[in-house]
């Protein structure tokens, strides 16, 4: 099964692991009850519990589902690159030690990378599944 089609900008972001400018995601100001899932693969990333108002111009989140994210240094050793677990997509990097929340973890996601799923409907089925 193939992934989701994605459009050039997506395709920046999730294998070229760009980044969309700050405060232009569709998700960035947005605060509604659901599930956030990957653009590429449609794994379940984050619930919006999870997401809180960083300030920093990227939808941010303190918690995603277990085992949905792998952490991988950039060449740099600056940052820690997050990628959906399941089909490698960039999703953009996490914090740790900011403090501010209480699980003091933020995982900085281009909107691009990720869909919103409202609360109540249906979780589209996951594509190639590597699990």
Not at 38 to 61: M, T, V, Y
Not at 90 to 100: A, N
Not at 123 to 131: F, I, S, V
Request: glycine share 8%; charged share 30%; hydrophobic share 30%.
């Amino acid at each position: 099964m193939p992934y989701n089609k994605l459009t050039s900008s997506e395709e920046d972001i999730i294998e070229d692991k760009g980044t969309e400018a700050p405060f232009t995601g569709e998700y960035d100001d947005f605060f509604e009850d659901g599930t956030y899932i990957c653009r590429r693969c449609n794994a379940r990333l984050f619930s919006a519990e999870a997401k809180f108002d960083a300030g920093c111009g990227w939808p941010s989140f303190d918690e995603n589902f277990p085992d949905a994210l792998n952490r991988v240094p950039d060449a740099d050793g600056e940052r820690t690159e997050i990628q959906c677990s399941n089909c490698g997509a960039h999703l953009g990097h996490v914090f740790e030690g900011e403090h501010m929340t209480e699980k003091d973890t933020r995982h900085c996601v281009n909107s691009l990378s990720i869909r919103f799923i409202p609360e109540g409907k249906n979780l589209p089925a996951l594509l190639n599944d590597h699990h």
